[in-house]
């Protein structure tokens, strides 16, 4: 159908929704249970990583080290060089913490509003607390916040990163504002990768409260699906802006490996690594440096890496192409939604009408294909656009998921139609 939706008659509306009506009844008919509500990685993806489970031959690190006993808080040396290699990082700016890049972004968030860093004050000693948040963006980022009383701001994303004239004017303007999430590269849901002149403006601008942070959640900094991407330095922009302790850099190994048993790394500055790890040194006396000798002997260096990478993205490549093939084929023509391609990540974001993405998961749900709930992307669950779907294409089988985004996109077409005819 070339004709947009928008432009038909009342009359054509009513007949494509009878056609659209019995598609849908069609797939509701064979009991589907499919799940795409996550971002997780398929049965063939875990089972490629399995050679983690082989490698621990020895449990001794490069300088002797007996990695099953106690102590090394900040990680052996050997991890934190690794990392350092694969993400351009001073390894002596990098703490290996345990499995998960979010638990230590809450442990950050902890920290922060019980003890202040720097010198500055405590978050909690503030009446008004203020968090900004680059929207669409990731759920787990909003839960924090709100979990500890932050008012989180929206910010739209653009396709260089969050909208920065408005990051700049807010940040400028109200010192309770302390900081913003940053997913930079293939940014949960969208995809989008952050120019280099977003990160520079981030790096040097002007906030009211000096001791503002950069959350940068480089989750995916090394997924790569259609050709390597790469992303500016976070330490070096905020570095020349003369703002060196306002990074807070986190990167684990999580969907390279395990998720569950990868391990997770946060970096910062010199002069906060150290207040980081005084505080670290009351909570642990170390991470498991067991599975980090294991997933080091596996990924060996930035080399193995990226071959590893490249061997998973042959696993994941025809997952996002089947989810963008059958968007464009069953929704480009039409008009009833926009989506980005994104070039690496976990994610295809996608825009219905407005008004529109609730009933669609709605009508996906009742046909037994579970999705990510409508307004997840966004802080308090309210998308007020009510547009905003995120699919995670990554966790079913190939034949699976060309039938869920099927009946998807027959739930996009027929929700898009009963609001035209408005039934809600």
Same mark, same amino acid.
């Given at each position: 159908?070339?004709?947009?939706?928008?432009?038909?008659? @009342?009359?054509?509306?009513?007949?494509?929704?009878?056609?659209?009506?019995?598609?849908?009844?069609?797939?509701?008919?064979?009991?589907?249970?499919?799940?795409?509500?996550?971002?997780?990685?398929?049965?063939?993806?875990?089972?490629?990583?399995?050679?983690?489970?082989?490698?621990?031959?020895?449990?001794?690190?490069?300088?002797?080290?007996?990695?099953?006993?106690?102590?090394?808080?900040?990680?052996?040396?050997?991890?934190?060089?690794?990392?350092?290699?694969?993400?351009?990082?001073?390894?002596?700016?990098?703490?290996?913490?345990?499995?998960?890049?979010?638990?230590?972004?809450?442990?950050?968030?902890?920290?922060?509003?019980? /003890?202040?860093?720097?010198? /500055?004050?405590?978050?909690?000693?503030?009446?008004?607390?203020?968090?900004?948040?680059?929207?669409? !963006?990731?759920?787990?980022?909003?839960?924090?916040? @709100?979990?500890?009383?932050?008012?989180?701001?929206?910010?739209?994303?653009?396709?260089?990163?969050?909208?920065?004239?408005?990051?700049?004017?807010?940040?400028?303007?109200?010192?309770?504002?302390?900081?913003?999430?940053?997913?930079?590269?293939?940014?949960?849901?969208?995809?989008?990768?952050?120019?280099?002149?977003?990160?520079?403006?981030?790096?040097?601008?002007?906030?009211?409260?000096?001791?503002?942070?950069?959350?940068?959640?480089? $989750?995916?900094?090394?997924?790569?699906?259609? !050709?390597?991407?790469?992303?500016?330095?976070?330490?070096? $922009?905020?570095?020349?802006?003369?703002?060196?302790?306002?990074?807070?850099? /986190? /990167?684990?190994?999580?969907?390279?490996?395990?998720?569950?048993?990868?391990?997770?790394?946060?970096?910062?500055?010199?002069?906060?690594?150290?207040?980081?790890?005084?505080?670290?040194?009351? @909570?642990?006396?170390?991470?498991?440096?067991?599975? @980090?000798?294991?997933?080091?002997?596996?990924?060996?260096?930035? $080399?193995?890496?990226?071959?590893?990478?490249?061997?998973?993205?042959?696993?994941?490549?025809?997952?996002?192409?089947?989810?963008?093939?059958?968007?464009?084929?069953?929704?480009?023509?039409?008009?009833?939604?926009?989506?980005?391609?994104?070039?690496?990540?976990?994610?295809?974001?996608?825009?219905?009408?407005?008004?529109?993405?609730?009933?669609?998961?709605?009508?996906?749900?009742?046909?037994?294909?579970?999705?990510?709930?409508?307004?997840?992307?966004?802080?308090?669950?309210?998308?007020?656009?009510?547009?905003?779907?995120?699919?995670?294409?990554?966790?079913?089988?190939?034949?699976?998921?060309?039938?869920?985004?099927?009946?998807?996109?027959?739930?996009?077409?027929?929700?898009?139609?009963?609001?035209?005819?408005?039934?809600?």
């Amino acid at each position: 159908m070339k004709n947009p939706v928008v432009n038909l008659t @009342q009359a054509e509306l009513s007949a494509l929704k009878m056609e659209l009506e019995a598609e849908y009844s069609e797939f509701a008919s064979r009991n589907l249970a499919l799940n795409m509500a996550r971002g997780k990685p398929s049965s063939t993806l875990l089972d490629h990583n399995n050679c983690v489970l082989e490698t621990l031959d020895a449990p001794y690190a490069a300088d002797g080290t007996d990695a099953r006993n106690y102590g090394i808080l900040e990680g052996l040396p050997e991890m934190r060089n690794f990392f350092g290699s694969v993400l351009g990082i001073d390894p002596e700016q990098i703490i290996v913490g345990g499995n998960s890049s979010l638990t230590l972004m809450y442990d950050s968030f902890v920290r922060l509003f019980m /003890f202040g860093s720097g010198g /500055f004050p405590a978050w909690r000693t503030f009446s008004k607390l203020k968090f900004l948040c680059p929207s669409p !963006g990731y759920d787990r980022h909003f839960a924090i916040t @709100q979990e500890f009383g932050f008012e989180m701001i929206t910010v739209p994303m653009t396709e260089n990163g969050p909208d920065m004239d408005i990051v700049e004017k807010l940040a400028a303007e109200d010192e309770s504002i302390k900081g913003i999430w940053c997913v930079p590269l293939y940014s949960n849901p969208q995809g989008v990768c952050y120019s280099d002149e977003t990160v520079a403006r981030l790096g040097k601008m002007k906030t009211a409260a000096p001791d503002f942070k950069i959350f940068w959640d480089n $989750a995916y900094g090394v997924h790569h699906l259609y !050709g390597e991407v790469k992303l500016a330095d976070i330490f070096a $922009a905020c570095n020349a802006g003369g703002n060196p302790d306002r990074p807070y850099y /986190f /990167f684990s190994t999580s969907k390279i490996t395990f998720p569950g048993a990868g391990v997770a790394m946060m970096a910062a500055s010199p002069a906060e690594r150290k207040e980081i790890l005084k505080r670290m040194g009351i @909570q642990t006396i170390g991470s498991d440096k067991l599975n @980090q000798l294991r997933t080091l002997r596996t990924l060996k260096d930035a $080399a193995t890496l990226k071959k590893h990478m490249a061997e998973l993205a042959e696993i994941l490549r025809p997952k996002f192409d089947i989810v963008l093939n059958t968007l464009e084929s069953e929704l480009a023509d039409g008009g009833f939604a926009t989506w980005i391609s994104p070039r690496g990540g976990y994610f295809v974001s996608l825009d219905t009408m407005d008004g529109c993405a609730k009933k669609t998961l709605e009508l996906a749900k009742n046909a037994g294909v579970t999705m990510t709930g409508a307004g997840a992307t966004f802080p308090y669950k309210i998308d007020p656009r009510d547009r905003n779907i995120r699919i995670a294409p990554t966790y079913p089988a190939n034949d699976e998921l060309q039938i869920a985004m099927k009946l998807f996109c027959v739930c996009v077409k027929l929700a898009t139609v009963k609001k035209l005819c408005g039934e809600f």
